[in-house]
Each structure stands twice: as structure tokens, then as C-alpha cells.
């Protein structure tokens, strides 16, 4: 792994805030099921977010792709030879796979780079079967909806959604036309692929409630060999989740993630039988379950995840014995197995930066160059609110006291939560006097099924009502300058934000919000397909169906009520958040004169680039700066 060569700051001059965004990161390694020597993880040391193929046996690492706008979706076959990549323009989340080999000497151009220039990042083997061709040549470009490899070198099962054909699956062969064995108009992926290569299960939503999947396994005809759905008889629609097939010859059983008993746990469901087998972990642990195979299959790697912390677990099938698996308080972002019993996994704290851990004791990939600076711990703050009691996450600047200026930085998604995690953007915040807040509103995750399900109909509102219930903590405490609010937020966070200034208009005295909806009309027909399955499910319908709630929930309602400056980035080519919408409510705040500015940059929802976002963190700081005062 290389460091970039750009001009940067000088390390000794450069603020504490910054290097917390340039200090490189790893992502949690993936690493080849038939050889497991060989890793697949994502970093930033040359300043913009790649991938990077690692061979344990050597010791070696190399750069795999090299794009301005860089990448981050990828997947190393079973087998190890081959990296799967996802080829989108600039951030637009639309496009195809490609691949290359795992090893750069095995690359059909010759120059040792895995088929890519990388001076300049672009392909130099379109249209040939050498590294970065398209991986499933036959398929036209589309958002994904899920890959899996088969261990035979040549089959995958390939995942599409596009605006014409809704979800569509392929069975793609090297050397064959794809076939199609899945489509519907409704969202739906690929979930996994079986050992043997001969089962398809398939997370989808034919019955139209994007936010609760069934599930359905297939073979590599088409036919069904067995369905499960939770979405039907009961009081309430509950959702299902693939976690994985066995990885054992023969094996038939799927790990399944469940609600059935109001959160998610996960159970053994064996495909081919119909046998379910109940694991009753929630009756030992509190909060949300997820889980993956040990790789031989006789026991689960259990993530607890729980009051915005997680822990880890191992549970062994035949006992049906649990244990703990050693980790430091705070979040682990990424676990996974590894074949001599360790358990590797991603952690960290609001205090402390990304590590990858063993549980042999060592740091398993630690890159070069500066460390991220620590910052200061959460605390954690429950408040009584219309819904039940609301959970935030608060860090004050190192001793200072109320009141003060306060950031209200709300997270997206909405199913999403904020946790006990390192976060560079608040951090910043807190370097320059601020005390963060963050709220975990209803429609989070991690709060039981009843909470997240919350968010129906009255969109925004809801989360809206329980960020001001924090509020009122927050200044009844003296914690908070009731004249120095400022609510921010990217994506759903940064919709709630624009919302908050238009309903709450006496409440913030500044607005700063990331890829945000603001005009939830446009923004529905301008969407990905899979996002407006979520919009109807959430509110009930299309815009022309239920036209009184697109209405009320919409920034652009309410625009005209806005009275705090107000400060908007947006990413040119975002497929989650376009940016028509977004003009549209540009346009009516500078109609009246508004107190606004907009930063518009070429990208989709965000940046990869680490430079791009120091900018936009810089130009936040410097408008609440230029507004608030120091």
C-alpha cells in the first residue's frame, strides 16, 4: 500500500480535525473462502477511497483500481483468482462489473497493473477477456442488487435494477450468454450462492413493503425449490434477511436473519427439508442479532448490537453453548471467521480511530502514515419522548461547560443508527467548541422492530418530534445555547434538516444540510428504482396515490417558513438525492432573498475523494463560523 504524493499540509501544521480524514484507514479484509491467504479490503492511503488485493503467504499488497472518483464495491472470488469490481461514472451508482486477476502478473496487457493506466485510472482492455473486462459481458449497464461467485472459477449470480426492467437476476457463465432466472417489478437481490454452487437464495419484496423482505431460493433454472415469508398472516409484516449459506459440501442449511420476536435474531432454516431451527439467542442477549457461519459450519459468529454498542459472540450449534468473544467497549463495524478459529473484526469508539483486530491479540492490517488524533467520548442521554424514550449520543468539547453552541448532527437512512463509533465530521465539530448531539429517532435501527416500523405515513415528522424532545433536554439542561442550534445531517439527515428549518423555524438558528431531499415529489420521480419501492412503502403509496402525504412531508412545503441561513451540498450525478430536486428548492429560497449557499461537486451521494471532503467539512465550519461567531 502506497501513500499519495499530493500536496497536503505538513503533518506538524496540519489542525487535529484534518488529520482525522487523511490519516489512511482499512476497511475489514475479505478474504477468499478456497484461500484464505489471499484478502480483499478497501483503503484511502492515496487520498481517495480503492480497493487493495493482500497476500498473506508473502506479505504483499497492491492497488487493484484507480478511479478519480474512487471504489469501494467489490468482491474477491472463492478461489481467490479473480477480483470482481463495480465500474459506475463519477459516483452515479449505475454501471457494470468488471474483474482481474488477483495476482498483477497474471494481467493480459502486460504493464503489471491488473489491466488498469494508473496514471490516469481507466480501463485498457475494454471489449477483451484480459483483466477489467466486463466481468458478465452480456448485461447491460445497471444499479446492483447483489453478486455472488460460485467456487467453480465461472459461474455468478448477478443482481440488476433498473427504472425499465425492476429487479432482474442472471445466471452469467464464462464463455456463455447470461440467463435470466429471476424479475419482477418490485425490489429484490441476490442473496447468496450455496457451496455447491446449485441453490439461489433471493431477498424480495414482490408483496410491495420494501422495508420487510421475503425470501425465496432458486435453482440455477429459475425454479423455486422453497420460499419463506414472514410479511403475511400475522398482525404486523416482518422482515427476513440472508445471512449465508453453510460452507460445507452438501450443506443445505441458510443462516436467516428474522423479527418474529419484535428485533432481529438470527435461525437455521434448512432449504431443501423446510426444517427451521430456532437458536432462542434472544432470550440471552438484548438488541439486535446478525450472525455469520464459522467455516466449518458447526457454529455462528454473533454480532449483539445493542444500545448504540455491539459485541460479539460465538455460539456452537450442537451444544447450543454461547461465549463471549473479548472485544473493547464500543462498535465493531465488521466481523468475520477465519479457518484456524480466530476471529478478525473492525472496531472502534467515538474516542478512538479504526483498528482491525484479532482475537490472536495482534493488529491485523495497520497502514502507513500519520494516526488519527483521538477524540472525546460519548455520553448517553435517554430522553422521554412522544414514541417511548429517545435515545442521543452526546460529546462536549474537553472541559468545557454550558451553554453551548450545539450541533445537531442527524443520521441517515433512516434505517440507520448512530453509534459508539468513530466519526471525523462530529469530531471536527467538537474541535471548534462544539458540543454534537445525536439522535437515534424512531425509524432507527437498533432499537427493536416497533421503533424502526414507526416511521409510516407521517415521514419526517416523526423523527422531527423526537429531535426536538432531545432539544428541549438540551437547552432545559443548560447544556445548549438555545441561540446557537444548528441542525445538519447528509442524506435522510440532511432531508430532516431542511424539513426541521421549515417546521421548526423558531427552533435553529443555522441549517446545514449533505445530499438532501428537498422536494420529495421530484425527488420520487428522479430516484433509483429500489428507493422509490422504499418512498411508497413508507408513505403509502406514489405521489399521484397519497398526494396530501408527499405534501406534508416535503422540505419544499414549507420552504417559505425558513428562516435560518441555510447552507446545501449536492452531488451532480446523486442517484439517492438528484440534484433537479434540489434546485427546486435552491430556486425558492433565492426567489425571497433567502440567506443560503450551495456547493455543488462532481460526484454521486458523497465523496470517496478525502481532499473533496475536507472541503466540504472546511466550507461547513467556515458558514457556521461566518453565522454564529467563534
Not at 102 to 116: E, L, Q
Request: glycine share 12%; hydrophobic share 35%.
Amino acid at each position: 500500500m502506497t501513500e499519495s504524493n499530493e500536496a497536503i499540509p505538513h503533518e506538524g501544521t496540519m489542525p487535529e480535525w484534518e488529520k482525522r480524514f487523511r490519516a489512511p484507514r482499512v476497511s475489514l479484509p475479505d478474504w477468499a473462502e478456497d484461500a484464505p491467504h489471499r484478502s480483499l479490503f478497501v483503503s484511502n492511503a492515496t487520498g481517495t477511497y480503492e480497493l487493495y488485493a493482500w497476500d498473506r503467504e508473502t506479505g504483499a499488497q497492491r492497488q487493484v483500481t484507480d478511479r478519480p472518483n474512487g471504489t469501494t464495491d467489490g468482491v474477491l472470488s472463492p478461489d481467490g483468482e479473480w477480483i470482481w469490481w463495480f465500474d459506475d461514472k463519477d459516483g452515479d451508482e449505475f454501471g457494470i462489473w468488471r474483474r482481474q486477476p488477483f495476482t498483477a502478473d497474471a494481467d493480459a496487457d502486460g504493464d503489471g497493473d491488473g489491466g488498469t493506466d494508473t496514471d490516469t485510472g481507466t480501463d485498457t482492455s475494454e471489449g477483451s477477456a484480459g483483466p477489467d473486462a466486463p466481468a458478465a459481458p452480456g448485461l447491460d449497464p445497471s444499479y446492483p442488487a447483489g453478486l455472488a461467485l460460485g467456487r467453480d472459477g465461472r459461474t455468478a449470480i448477478v443482481g440488476r435494477s433498473t427504472d425499465e426492467d425492476g429487479s432482474t437476476i442472471y445466471v452469467s457463465r464464462t464463455g456463455e450468454d447470461p440467463v435470466e432466472v429471476y424479475r419482477h417489478r418490485e425490489s429484490a437481490g441476490v442473496g447468496d450462492l450455496s457451496h455447491d454452487g446449485t441453490l439461489i437464495a433471493v431477498e424480495h419484496t414482490e408483496h410491495g413493503d420494501a422495508m420487510h423482505s421475503a425470501l425465496r431460493v432458486l435453482r440455477l433454472d429459475g425454479s423455486t425449490v422453497s420460499e419463506l415469508d414472514d410479511t403475511k398472516g400475522g398482525t404486523a409484516e416482518l422482515g427476513l434477511e440472508v445471512l449465508g449459506f453453510a460452507p460445507v459440501a452438501g450443506d443445505t442449511r441458510l443462516l436467516v436473519g428474522h423479527q418474529r420476536r419484535g428485533r432481529w435474531e438470527p435461525m437455521v432454516w434448512d432449504v431443501l427439508s423446510g426444517e427451521e431451527t430456532d437458536l432462542e439467542l434472544a432470550s440471552r442477549l438484548d438488541g439486535d442479532l446478525s450472525a455469520e457461519w464459522y467455516p466449518d459450519g458447526s457454529a455462528l459468529l454473533v454480532v449483539n448490537s445493542f444500545e448504540a454498542r455491539s459485541e460479539l459472540w460465538r455460539f456452537d450449534l450442537a451444544a447450543r453453548r454461547l461465549e463471549r468473544v473479548p472485544t473493547p467497549k464500543g462498535s465493531v463495524s465488521g466481523a468475520t471467521a477465519r479457518p484456524d478459529g480466530s476471529v478478525e473484526y473492525l472496531w472502534s469508539s467515538s474516542a478512538e480511530a479504526p483498528v482491525v483486530r484479532s482475537t490472536s491479540g495482534e493488529v491485523v492490517l495497520d497502514p502507513p502514515g500519520m494516526k488519527a488524533p483521538r477524540s472525546v467520548p460519548v455520553e448517553d442521554v435517554w430522553v422521554t419522548g412522544p414514541g417511548g424514550r429517545i435515545h442521543a449520543l452526546v460529546q462536549r468539547p474537553a472541559g468545557a461547560s454550558g451553554p453551548l453552541p450545539t450541533v445537531f448532527d442527524i443520521h441517515g437512512g433512516p434505517t440507520w443508527h448512530d453509534s459508539d463509533s468513530f466519526a471525523a465530521g462530529p469530531a471536527a465539530w467538537v474541535d471548534h467548541g462544539y458540543m454534537v448531539i445525536r439522535v437515534n429517532y424512531r425509524g432507527s435501527t437498533g432499537y427493536g422492530r416497533e421503533w424502526t416500523d414507526a416511521l409510516k405515513h407521517r415521514v419526517g415528522l416523526i423523527e422531527l418530534e423526537d429531535i426536538a424532545a432531545v432539544r428541549e433536554w438540551a437547552v432545559s439542561s443548560g447544556s445548549a445555547d438555545p441561540d446557537r442550534l444548528i441542525l445538519t445531517g447528509g442524506s435522510w439527515g440532511g432531508y430532516l434538516t431542511l424539513l426541521g428549518l421549515g417546521t421548526q423555524p423558531d427552533a435553529w438558528a443555522l441549517g446545514i444540510a449533505a445530499v438532501p431531499v428537498a422536494d420529495y415529489v421530484t425527488a420520487y420521480h428522479d430516484e433509483m428504482e429500489a428507493l422509490k419501492a422504499m418512498d411508497r412503502t413508507l408513505l403509502g403509496g406514489t405521489p399521484e396515490e397519497v398526494p396530501e402525504r408527499f405534501e406534508a412531508s416535503s422540505p419544499l412545503t414549507y420552504v417559505d417558513a425558513v428562516k435560518a441561513p441555510v447552507y446545501i451540498s449536492a452531488g451532480v450525478n446523486d442517484p439517492r438525492c438528484p440534484i433537479r430536486q434540489v434546485e427546486n428548492y435552491v430556486a425558492r429560497l433565492a426567489a425571497r432573498d433567502a440567506d443560503h449557499e450551495v456547493y455543488r461537486y462532481d460526484a454521486g451521494h458523497g465523496s470517496l475523494v478525502v481532499d473533496e471532503r475536507i472541503k466540504q467539512v472546511r466550507l461547513e465550519l467556515d458558514f457556521a463560523e461566518r453565522h454564529l461567531g467563534g
